[in-house]
């Protein structure tokens, strides 16, 4: 829910981000997770959606996608689709696996299941290349200072760097 306190820079210079939701919160795998934050309920994800915020899928509990038995693997991503398409009346088409993790047995169900999109952990960058079911994403938190965070994000832009320094 704290990402909430970002929404009105996030409107102010028209951004349009994605972000990922359990279906299933209340059951939530919290030691997986290694929190006890607040979630975003529907009524703040139908909010965000109608402010052009894109919503993916991070399953329905945040369970460790890899240590799981099939059973419980359809019901974390196929019906975590199913249940957040009905419930917010639009596809679901981005999932990003808790903490990154996947395995083949996960990229066969996330196809399956219809995403068109499973983001990872993983260290690089998209490419014409890229598996659509594995694309790596950088981590980013608040270890990393602000030429570290540009650093990262825009690797061979110096441009952006400059541009993003005067809004900031």
């Given at each position: 829910k704290s990402i909430?306190?970002?929404?009105?820079?996030?409107?102010?210079?028209?951004?349009?981000?994605?972000?990922?939701?359990?279906?299933?919160?209340?059951?939530?795998?919290?030691?997986?997770?290694?929190?006890?934050?607040?979630?975003l309920d529907t009524a703040d994800i139908v909010a965000l959606q109608k402010e052009g915020w894109n919503i993916g899928s991070h399953t329905a509990t945040h369970a460790n996608l890899t240590q799981i038995k099939n059973q419980d693997l359809h019901a974390e991503i196929h019906?975590?689709?199913?249940?957040?398409?009905k419930a917010l009346k639009t596809t679901m088409d981005y999932i990003a696996y808790p903490k990154g993790l996947y395995n083949n047995a996960v990229v066969q169900k996330t196809k399956e299941s219809g995403y068109t999109l499973?983001?990872?952990?993983?260290?690089?960058?998209?490419?014409?290349?890229?598996?659509?079911?594995?694309?790596?994403?950088?981590?980013?938190?608040?270890?990393?200072?602000?030429?570290?965070?540009?650093?990262?994000?825009?690797?061979?832009?110096?441009?952006?760097?400059?541009m993003i320094k005067k809004f900031i």
């Open positions: 909430l306190q970002v929404k009105s820079i996030i409107k102010k210079y028209h951004i349009h981000p994605t972000v990922f939701v359990l279906s299933d919160s209340k059951r939530a795998n919290r030691t997986e997770l290694d929190n006890q934050e607040l979630f019906d975590s689709k199913r249940t957040l398409e499973g983001l990872t952990m993983n260290d690089g960058h998209i490419h014409a290349q890229s598996d659509p079911y594995t694309i790596p994403r950088i981590g980013i938190n608040t270890t990393h200072d602000f030429a570290e965070f540009t650093t990262l994000a825009f690797p061979l832009n110096s441009l952006v760097r400059k």
